[in-house]
């Protein structure tokens, strides 16, 4: 007789259901693919194709803001459809063919055209598995839910260089690594195409528009605060270019990398837990801050140090990234999470379209040390804002909020 599996909704391991836990292996996944190549790619990019900061910037900004305006109409076609599988499993397989390409470029415009496409993909996926995962839990756990995949995500990201860097003491080209990063891609399909349960959401009165209008005064405010923070938080390339600047190696970059993301991943369970427990706005705040504080010591951190401001920066996406995105929710109905996932994810495009070409020209134009004090500087505006976020509700002897 074969047995009979559990329902999709029940708690599984740690109080998690099914679907919670496949999407963490299934991003899991992802940042393995991913970051084989994202630590080596403003190496490959600065070495082998002669390209400058502002090109970075301009890669970096152009196809991460993509994804963010995508997010906007995939959240809201979830809704809509009242499905989000099949969006969360496109989205999935787009980017994990596409990404290997890079191996073959030979310009710095290929590289940009790979990079858009890839987050194409995540522009497809990210608002409506955001959704999911929030339908997938209780509310009383939310914020272990979103921190439970986000520490998959950053452990997938810690393991990716260091299979590149195994990669490169074998003697594999850069290129080659790239190829490769189809195998854990391949896996991503098979988990995401198998795995996942569909979980229709709740049916509105009236039809899901894409607008503004359901939204009260609180998430209109928040994504004011979010907007604020996230025009300092430019692309992650910088932050290897920063490490070249301080001294370190390719294969030494690998390694605090590595060592970067494990730590984002070892915090984020935990950023996720104490949210439910003292509230979202006391995580997203205190990570905030750790933000600019790390932001204004990698401005002149002396050489050789630039790994201490850099473990501030993972503290914070381990105590705010998921509390950040499980905030969301706290905050609209059920039957708009997906349209509002993807206004969310909208306005973190509107940011990075902005900060990262603005990074790159301050960077050329004055020194990247007043990049940074600048992105320091935005982001305690971003804090300030967030204060007046207010949400009450009690979980678990809590206030959501953080009042």
Same mark, same amino acid.
Not at 40 to 57: D, V
């Given at each position: 007789?074969?047995?009979?599996? #559990?329902? #999709?909704?029940?708690?599984?391991?740690?109080?998690?259901?099914?679907?919670?836990?496949? *999407?963490?292996?299934?991003?899991?996944?992802?940042?393995?693919?991913?970051?084989?190549?994202?630590?080596?790619?403003?190496?490959?990019?600065?070495?082998?194709?002669?390209?400058?900061?502002?090109?970075i910037g301009w890669i970096a900004g152009l196809s991460e803001s993509l994804a963010s305006?995508?997010?906007l109409g995939s959240g809201w076609l979830s809704d809509r459809l009242h499905r989000r599988?099949?969006?969360?499993?496109?989205?999935?397989?787009?980017?994990?063919?596409?990404?290997?390409?890079?191996?073959?470029?030979?310009?710095?415009?290929?590289?940009?055209?790979?990079?858009?496409?890839?987050?194409?993909?995540? &522009?497809?996926?990210?608002?409506?598995?955001?959704?999911? *995962?929030?339908?997938?839990?209780?509310?009383?756990?939310?914020?272990?839910?979103?921190?439970?995949?986000?520490?998959?995500?950053?452990?997938?990201?810690?393991?990716? #260089?260091?299979?590149?860097?195994?990669?490169?003491?074998?003697?594999?080209?850069?290129?080659?690594?790239?190829?490769?990063?189809?195998?854990?891609?391949?896996?991503?399909? *098979?988990?995401?195409?198998?795995?996942?349960?569909?979980?229709?959401?709740?049916?509105?009165?009236?039809?899901?528009?894409?607008?503004?209008?359901?939204?009260?005064?609180?998430?209109?405010?928040? *994504?004011?605060?979010?907007?604020?923070?996230?025009?300092?938080?430019?692309?992650?390339?910088?932050?290897?270019?920063?490490?070249?600047?301080?001294?370190?190696?390719?294969?030494?970059?690998?390694?605090?990398?590595?060592?970067?993301?494990?730590?984002?991943?070892?915090?984020?369970?935990?950023?996720?837990?104490?949210?439910?427990?003292?509230?979202?706005?006391?995580?997203?705040?205190?990570?905030?801050?750790?933000?600019?504080?790390?932001?204004?010591?990698?401005?002149?951190?002396?050489?050789?140090?630039?790994?201490?401001?850099?473990?501030?920066?993972?503290?914070?996406?381990?105590?705010?990234?998921? #509390?950040?995105?499980?905030?969301?929710?706290?905050?609209?109905?059920?039957?708009?999470?997906?349209?509002?996932?993807?206004?969310?994810?909208?306005?973190? &495009?509107?940011?990075?379209?902005?900060?990262?070409?603005?990074?790159?020209?301050?960077?050329?134009?004055?020194?990247?040390?007043?990049?940074?004090?600048?992105?320091?500087?935005?982001?305690?505006?971003?804090?300030?804002?967030?204060?007046?976020?207010?949400?009450?509700?009690?979980?678990?002897?809590?206030?959501?909020?953080?009042?």
């Amino acid at each position: 007789m074969t047995p009979k599996l #559990p329902h #999709p909704d029940a708690p599984l391991w740690l109080g998690l259901s099914r679907n919670v836990l496949i *999407l963490g292996l299934v991003s899991f996944l992802t940042d393995t693919a991913s970051e084989m190549l994202v630590p080596l790619l403003p190496i490959f990019l600065a070495t082998e194709l002669n390209a400058g900061a502002l090109h970075i910037g301009w890669i970096a900004g152009l196809s991460e803001s993509l994804a963010s305006f995508l997010k906007l109409g995939s959240g809201w076609l979830s809704d809509r459809l009242h499905r989000r599988k099949l969006l969360i499993v496109l989205g999935y397989g787009v980017a994990s063919l596409v990404r290997p390409l890079m191996g073959l470029a030979t310009s710095w415009w290929h590289v940009m055209a790979v990079r858009v496409v890839d987050r194409v993909g995540k &522009g497809v996926r990210i608002a409506p598995r955001d959704a999911l *995962l929030a339908d997938s839990c209780d509310e009383a756990v939310r914020g272990r839910a979103f921190g439970f995949q986000q520490m998959a995500d950053h452990l997938g990201a810690a393991i990716g #260089p260091l299979l590149a860097l195994a990669l490169l003491v074998a003697h594999a080209s850069i290129r080659t690594i790239f190829l490769l990063s189809i195998v854990p891609g391949v896996l991503v399909l *098979l988990a995401a195409g198998v795995g996942i349960t569909e979980k229709p959401p709740k049916r509105a009165a009236v039809p899901v528009r894409l607008t503004l209008a359901p939204f009260d005064g609180r998430f209109r405010l928040y *994504l004011v605060a979010t907007l604020l923070f996230h025009l300092a938080v430019a692309s992650e390339f910088f932050l290897i270019l920063r490490m070249k600047d301080g001294g370190l190696h390719d294969a030494a970059v690998l390694l605090v990398w590595s060592a970067f993301m494990a730590a984002r991943s070892a915090c984020a369970m935990l950023g996720g837990v104490l949210s439910d427990r003292f509230g979202r706005r006391t995580l997203i705040s205190a990570g905030w801050l750790l933000f600019a504080a790390a932001w204004g010591a990698l401005a002149w951190a002396p050489r050789g140090w630039v790994v201490l401001p850099l473990a501030a920066y993972a503290l914070f996406h381990g105590l705010s990234q998921g #509390p950040q995105r499980a905030f969301v929710a706290d905050l609209v109905p059920e039957h708009l999470r997906g349209t509002a996932y993807g206004v969310y994810a909208f306005v973190l &495009g509107i940011a990075t379209l902005v900060a990262n070409p603005t990074f790159g020209w301050v960077s050329v134009r004055f020194g990247m040390p007043w990049a940074f004090l600048g992105g320091a500087v935005l982001a305690l505006a971003g804090l300030a804002t967030l204060a007046f976020v207010r949400r009450q509700g009690a979980i678990g002897g809590s206030v959501v909020g953080g009042l």
